[in-house]
């Protein structure tokens, strides 16, 4: 299996040819890492599931999630398990990547529009769009990657107002997170984030991650908690219940299993941390995938 953690965090994307890119990407997982870049970032998830990490939110994508990342936002889309290890298993998205300027600069300062710089700056936290939404938009988002010149250009703004129309958005990530650009801020953090990832099935300590990047204990919480607005235990602890519910959802492993597996050190524990975050108990979770 690919570890698709290992990459800079920082993504300088190609030049385009054009004001902006779109993409379709079928492929059988998803394997971009813990990355940021200037441009916004509209996607469109057709088929696949998996993790979705957005500044300090993390979340279970799964088909027609409808997704737009602000510019410098920190985000991650890791497939399932299943997708790296069944080559008939496949992921669809679609990816709009633009820039402030990529119409002109100042265009999207226009009063007409206002909607659509709104929706640009609320993106800073990360946007999940609604269900209308997302049905009126996949025609359109299939069909812009087909389409040049003037057609293109006024699709894409179509695809925008669209959007900016939407009054049930989510902003995923609760706390504006931004990291200078390649700098050795950027290194250290997808250090830490890639260990973590690469160590969820164990015991992790604050000791051993705060000696791989070079802080005092105390100075990593203090740095850890800034970056992500949360402990390093609960964002731990996040993880290892999102990690959890994909294993029930699959229906192959007992509670007792998943635990362990994704590094919980005693089932009762596992079971209060996902009421916590959850709501709900594993049990309750489990019967809402499952017939019994």
């Known amino acids: 299996m690919t570890d698709i953690f290992t990459k800079p965090l920082f993504e300088a994307l190609p030049n385009k040819t054009g004001a902006f890119s779109t993409k379709r990407l079928v492929c059988t997982y998803l394997e971009y890492p813990y990355h940021y870049h200037p441009e916004y970032e509209l996607t469109y998830i057709i088929k696949g599931k998996g993790k979705r990490f957005t500044g300090n939110n993390i ?17 991650v889309w890791k497939s399932d398990i299943e997708y790296y290890d069944n080559p008939n298993l496949l992921t669809d998205c679609i990816v709009i990547q633009f820039s402030k300027d990529s119409l002109g600069k100042d265009f999207f300062e226009l009063n007409e529009l206002k ?9 800073k936290y990360g946007i999940k769009f609604s269900k209308k939404i997302k049905a009126k938009l996949l025609p359109k988002m299939k069909k812009i990657v087909s389409l040049s010149g003037a057609k293109k250009i006024t699709s894409f703004i179509d695809i925008l107002d669209e959007c900016s129309k939407d009054k049930d958005i989510v902003l995923l990530s609760k706390k504006l997170i931004y990291i200078n650009p390649g700098g050795k801020d950027s290194q250290r953090f997808s250090k830490i ?29 203090r740095y ?3 970056h992500t607005n949360e402990s390093f235990v609960k964002f731990v602890n996040k993880l290892r219940i999102e990690a959890s519910c994909s294993l029930i959802k699959s229906g192959e492993k007992n509670f007792t299993q998943i635990c362990f597996e994704v590094g919980f050190g005693s089932l009762s524990y596992f079971n209060r941390q996902f009421k916590q975050y959850k709501k709900t108990t594993p049990s309750e979770y489990m019967r809402t995938f499952h017939n019994f």
């Open 59 to 75: 979340e279970e994508f799964e088909a027609n999630d409808f997704v737009l990342m602000g510019r410098n936002l920190p985000h």
């Open 115 to 123: 909607n659509i710089k709104d929706l640009l700056n609320n993106s």
């Open 193 to 221: 984030f890639n260990y973590i990832i690469e160590n969820l099935h164990r015991e992790i300590t604050v000791n051993e991650v705060s000696t791989l990047v070079g802080l005092a204990d105390n100075s990593f919480s």
């Open 224 to 226: 850890f908690k800034k």
